[in-house]
């Protein structure tokens, strides 16, 4: 199939398509086995994750075909997060899907702008509960033994030499001297997450889960996302990652459900945009009605399904996975 002659056929072997489909298979069993409800949310919608890094695709619903560029604006879902999560404020309990989504300007051996996400959401569930349930599923679909959990500083400090969450600005900008940066930077000199950024992509991913997959939490509180941050000497976001082969495959969150807190971090992200030169994202959505009616704690993941498929089959790129990537779609 993948030696097909043109350029119609799959990219991926049918043997790897084969080795997906049983993965898939895998997948929603360790959910229907733990009680999990399987649901399906809008791919389309005038709400969208508000987000520096993400950056959705834009869709004109006409009303009349003569006209495709008139009408209402709407969003592809770069997550299924919103949607979900109105589920869990209207009383669902333990809920998984299995879908596509979209994000712009991703394109690469590890990135397609159309892309299958696995994303859960438990009530009830901390951030402990969340890792132990990514760690049981990444040992049921890879079959490399429990993960082995670090915090985002320990991590740093093994791999960088630096405190990601007190060193200065200025110590990591000298961190990533040390690790190969060749400045200027494209960022403001300031800036002390697109710093954090560069590091943990060239020096400290690469490192994690060659011999086992790692789980690395306790993100700073200036990239809490979707999570909650916990009070202390120095505050973290109760956010987890998973990484396997230096690759990372899932993001997780104790998740925020304090409507007044997304609404202001919503602005945040909106006011990094314009500063990026980015378009604004909308600021209301019904998640936020949904989270003023009262979203119950719990914890949530998304996981990559076609990088976790690229890792579990060894492969090196997406292409060997998806039987037609965006130059064949």
Known sequence: MAGAPGDFGPTASWAALRRRAALLQRVRRFFDERGFVEVETPLLSSDTVVDLHLDPLRVTLFDDPRYPADGPCRWLQTSPEFGMKRLLAAGADAIYQITRAFRGAECGPLHNPEFTMVEWYRVGDDMSAGMQLLDELAQITLDRGPAERLSYAAAFQQAAGVDPLCDSTAALAEAASRHGFAGPPPWPPDDRDAWLDWLLASCVAPTLGRTRPAIVFDYPSSQAALAVIRPGDVPVAERFELFVDGIELANGYHELTDAAALRARI???????????KPALPARSRLLCAMDHGLPPC????????????????ATSLSEVLAFPIDRA
């Open 299 to 314: 914890a949530g993941v998304a996981l990559g399904f076609d990088r976790l498929t690229m890792v579990a089959l060894g």
């Open 267 to 277: 602005a945040a992200a909106n006011q990094a945009r314009a500063a990026a030169g």
